[in-house]
T-cell receptor, first 111, second 114 residues
Framework: RKEVEQDPGPFNVPEGATVAFNCTYSNSASQSFFWYRQDCRKEPKLLMS???SGNEDGRFTAQLNRASQYISLLIRDSKLSDSATYLC????????????FGDGTTLTVKP | DTAVSQTPKYLVTQMGNDKSIKCEQN?????MYWYKQDSKKFLKIMFS???????INETVPNRFSPKSPDKAHLNLHINSLELGDSAVYFC?????????????FGQGTRLTVV
C-alpha cells in the first residue's frame, strides 16, 4: 500500500460547484498534513496546512480524520482559476525533512 | 526577487553526458531539498540537506550527487545521464527541518535526455 494515496481524477466540475478530495495515509504516526496546489508546468505551492480541528480559508476547508487516516479538501463555489492539481502531503515526526507527496488530484473547472 | 531559483530552467542533453543543476534560496532557510517529478507527475524526494549536511538520501542512483557549499545553495550533479533521468527536478527549501514547515519550491528544471 502506498504511504499516501489520492484519487487521481480528473474531476471536471462546472463553475460554482462544490468539490471534495480525499487523501488517505498509511502510517498512523503521521503528524503533519498539508495541501499543495500545482498549476500546469509550474512548481507546487502551499495551499493550506491541515489542523486536527479542521481549518478554513475562504472557499477552502481542510479536515483531518485520524481514526480513518485521511485528510480532505473541500472547495466551495469553484472558480475557473481553481483548475490545478492538488497534492496531499504527509510528514512523520521522526522523518522530519522528508514529506511524502501524494500523486495528486487533477481538477478542471469549466464555464 | 525569486525566493528559490534554479538554473537552468530547461536542459536538453545526450545520454552519457554529465550535467549540473544549480539552486539558490534567499529566504535564510536551514533546509533544502531536491525532488524529481516524472512524466506521470509523481513528485518524489531525492535528497534533503539541513545546515549543509545531508539528512535524507532516498534510493537514488549514485550517479546523482548533491553538493551544498553553504546553506543558501544546493546543487545537483548528474553523471552519465540516462534516458530515464528525463523529468522535472525541483529544488525546495524550508525554514527548518521540521515536519510542520512549509516548503517553497523553485520553478523546476525540465531535463530531457536524448
Amino acid at each position: 500500500r502506498k504511504e499516501v494515496e489520492q484519487d487521481p481524477g480528473p474531476f471536471n466540475v462546472p463553475e460554482g460547484a462544490t468539490v471534495a478530495f480525499n487523501c488517505t495515509y498509511s502510517n498512523s504516526a503521521s503528524q503533519s498534513f498539508f495541501w499543495y496546489r500545482q498549476d500546469c508546468r509550474k512548481e507546487p505551492k502551499l495551499l493550506m496546512s491541515v489542523y486536527s480541528s479542521g481549518n478554513e480559508d475562504g472557499r477552502f476547508t481542510a479536515q483531518l480524520n485520524r481514526a480513518s487516516q485521511y485528510i480532505s479538501l473541500l472547495i466551495r463555489d469553484s472558480k475557473l482559476s481553481d483548475s490545478a492539481t492538488y497534492l496531499c502531503v504527509v510528514s512523520l515526526p521522526t522523518n522530519a525533512g522528508k514529506s511524502t507527496f501524494g500523486d495528486g488530484t487533477t481538477l478542471t473547472v469549466k464555464p | 526577487d525569486t525566493a528559490v531559483s534554479q538554473t537552468p530552467k530547461y536542459l536538453v542533453t545526450q545520454m552519457g553526458n554529465d550535467k549540473s543543476i544549480k539552486c539558490e534560496q534567499n529566504l535564510g532557510h536551514d533546509t533544502m531539498y531536491w525532488y524529481k517529478q516524472d512524466s506521470k507527475k509523481f513528485l518524489k524526494i531525492m535528497f534533503s540537506y539541513n545546515n549543509k549536511e545531508l539528512i535524507i538520501n532516498e534510493t537514488v542512483p549514485n550517479r546523482f550527487s548533491p553538493k551544498s557549499p553553504d546553506k543558501a545553495h544546493l546543487n545537483l550533479h548528474i553523471n552519465s545521464l540516462e534516458l530515464g533521468d528525463s523529468a522535472v527536478y525541483f529544488c525546495a527549501s524550508s525554514q527548518e527541518w521540521h515536519p510542520n514547515t512549509e516548503a517553497f519550491f523553485g520553478q523546476g528544471t525540465r531535463l530531457t535526455v536524448v
